[in-house]
């Protein structure tokens, strides 16, 4: 069984950076994917980035450019680096895990199979 840990969350103001942290233990398949997904207030999970089989990163469009999904596999955790950091971005951020194969279509509204307990983000000026 998979778990994740997540750390890192806090308070940022507008235009700053946070790193998040999300420790794997465990039996994770080479067929699983990890990935970063949010909720704000009021609104309803979202992706907002992972990594496909080949480790190719995908991102929200509200977060392109600004985050970045990263893996160290030698520590079994997976970093999502927040820069430039808006208010919008304020919300609940988790760790999560499921096979490549579908993992993808989180995309088009799918649920992953396994979350982490969540990070709190909270921007403001």
């Known amino acids: 069984q998979v778990r994740l840990v997540e750390s890192g969350g806090g308070s940022a103001q507008p235009g700053g950076s946070l790193r998040l942290s999300c420790v794997v233990s465990g039996h994770l398949s080479n067929s699983d994917c990890l990935g970063w997904f949010r909720q704000a207030p009021g609104k309803q999970r979202e992706a907002v980035a992972t990594?496909?089989?080949?480790?190719?990163?995908y991102y929200a469009s509200a977060v392109k450019g600004r985050f970045t999904i990263s893996k160290d596999n030698a520590r079994n955790t997976l970093y999502l680096h927040l820069n430039n950091l808006k208010t919008e971005d304020t919300g609940m951020y988790y760790c999560?895990?499921?096979?490549?194969?579908?993992?993808?279509?989180?995309?088009?509204?799918?649920?992953?199979?396994?979350w982490g307990q969540g990070t709190q983000v909270t921007v403001a000026s």
């Open positions: 990594f496909d089989d080949e480790d190719t990163p």
């Open positions: 999560v895990a499921d096979p490549c194969s579908t993992l993808r279509f989180v995309w088009v509204g799918s649920t992953p199979r396994t």
